[in-house]
């Protein structure tokens, strides 16, 4: 087992080169949901994507393709933190229509107004990825409360979206991380294998 030590060694090295995949591949979003298998999310009603921080990618892109795949259908929602040790709460938005403010941490989310979702698709920034759903967030573990959370309630699928260049041959798992069930990069998609999948 890998101690938190490694973890955050780890993260501090995944964060400069998320950075510099940034800047060597502007377009890496636009080119990940180019990726998608379009028809294998017609199944989700509610998806829950994020405001990207930093070298985060931007959700935008893959975010629009399932929306605009059946107009109409499908509802988006984006994570509200309200304090550090909660799990996230997902508020619907609607992309051309809704002013956003900000969260606990600043980070832009829909007003209070907004009806509260449980979704059923999660698309998840992280700093690094492996082929068996291994996913090293931040480090707050918002993410891993909030998915452990909405899958006691549930059903949720949980695509990362990533940089090719973020792929470890396996990320360091602790008991309570969370796994993702698929993976999205400007190269390829990635469905994680399961039993009973």
């Not at 955050?8 to 964060?15: G, H, N, P, S």
């Not at 990618?57 to 499908?74: E, K, Q, W």
Request: proline share 9%; aromatic share 6%; glycine share 8%.
């Amino acid at each position: 087992m890998t101690g938190p030590l490694d973890k955050k060694a780890l993260r501090i090295e995944m964060r400069v080169l998320r950075r510099r995949l940034l800047e060597e591949q502007p377009d890496a979003a636009e080119r990940a949901a180019r990726r998608l298998p379009l028809s294998r999310f017609a199944r989700f009603s509610i998806v829950g994507a994020y405001c990207a921080v930093g070298s985060e990618l931007d959700p935008g892109p893959v975010l629009n393709a399932i929306l605009n795949f059946d107009p109409g259908r499908v509802k988006a929602a984006l994570p509200v933190a309200v304090d550090r040790d909660s799990p996230l709460q997902f508020r619907q938005w609607r992309p051309r229509e809704d002013t956003l403010i900000v969260d606990a941490f600043g980070i832009p989310c829909p007003a209070d107004t907004s009806p509260e979702l449980l979704p059923n698709l999660m698309i998840t920034p992280l700093l690094a990825f492996d082929r068996q759903g291994g996913r090293l967030g931040q480090g707050a573990g918002h993410y891993d409360r909030t998915l452990k959370t909405l899958r006691r309630q549930r059903p949720v699928f949980v695509l990362g979206l990533a940089y090719s260049g973020q792929e470890l041959p396996a990320v360091p798992m602790l008991e309570h991380d969370q796994r993702l069930d698929a993976i999205v990069t400007e190269t390829e998609y990635i469905e994680v294998a399961r039993e009973g999948r």
